[in-house]
């Protein structure tokens, strides 16, 4: 079972509202990951991070911002939320670049 | 371009029945190639990781095989159960960067019907 946790784990909010999801993991991993995943479709990712105070946006683009303040905890920020925001969206983390990946349970959110 | 296909898209199967995922793909250069189970809402789960040597690697129920020259892997489940109805992700890792990209499929959505 892996240890990566995150909140909320549904979410619904109306447009313009700013919300930050949560995620933290207690197996000391250095690198962490935020992904985004429609259904149906594969995952893309948004933010990654190699460690504390290191942060990269990823493959898609998004309005979304990070932070690595600490190694267990990387939280996701939407500073004015929109419907085109609504998704699923999936923290993971891992030893190295190339190793298993271990992934939250998800935050599905839904933008009114 | 990098990508990842699976096939089928959908499978529906009856208990205790085998069956067979495929995944083929074009990333260059391989690192390793990763087989995930992903249950309706919740994050995906590792079953196997394999890389350019390994040819099948099992666990438990689950056999993953990969043929590193014709670029393609397959996911056999064996004896299936009711709890195996679960979506099934092909990700392949490449050593173009020093991130180790990881390249998604769209996956294979099973159901096991009783």
């Known amino acids: 079972e892996a240890d990566i946790y995150q909140t909320p784990r549904y979410l619904v909010i109306g447009t313009g509202k700013k919300i930050t999801l949560e995620c933290s993991q207690t197996?000391?991993?250095?690198?962490m990951y935020w992904y985004q995943q429609d259904p149906g479709m594969e995952l893309h990712l948004i933010h990654y991070s190699y460690g504390v105070n290191s942060t990269e946006k990823g493959d898609l683009s998004s309005e979304s911002t990070v932070s690595r303040i600490r190694t267990e905890h990387f939280p996701l920020t939407l500073e004015s939320a929109r419907p085109s925001h609504t998704s699923q969206y999936l923290c993971?983390?891992?030893?190295?670049?190339?190793?298993?990946?271990?992934f939250g349970a998800g935050t599905r959110l839904s933008v009114l | 371009k990098n990508q990842v296909e699976q096939s089928p898209q959908s499978l529906i199967i009856l208990e205790g029945k085998n069956c067979t995922l495929q995944?083929?793909?074009?990333?260059?250069?391989?690192?390793?190639l990763r087989w995930y189970k992903q249950d309706t809402g919740r994050g995906p789960v590792s079953l196997t990781i394999?890389?350019?040597?390994?040819n099948t690697k099992s666990n438990g129920r689950y056999t993953a095989t990969l043929d590193a020259d014709t670029k393609q892997s397959s996911l056999h489940i064996t004896a299936s159960q009711l709890s195996d109805s679960a979506s099934y992700i092909c990700v392949v890792s490449d050593r173009g960067s020093t991130l180790g990209r990881l390249y998604f499929g769209r996956g294979t959505q099973l159901t096991v019907w009783p």
């Open positions: 993971a983390s891992s030893e190295s670049g190339d190793d298993i990946q271990y």
């Open positions: 394999m890389t350019f040597s390994e």
């Open positions: 995944c083929n793909y074009t990333v260059s250069p391989f690192s390793n």
């Open positions: 197996m000391g991993h250095d690198k």
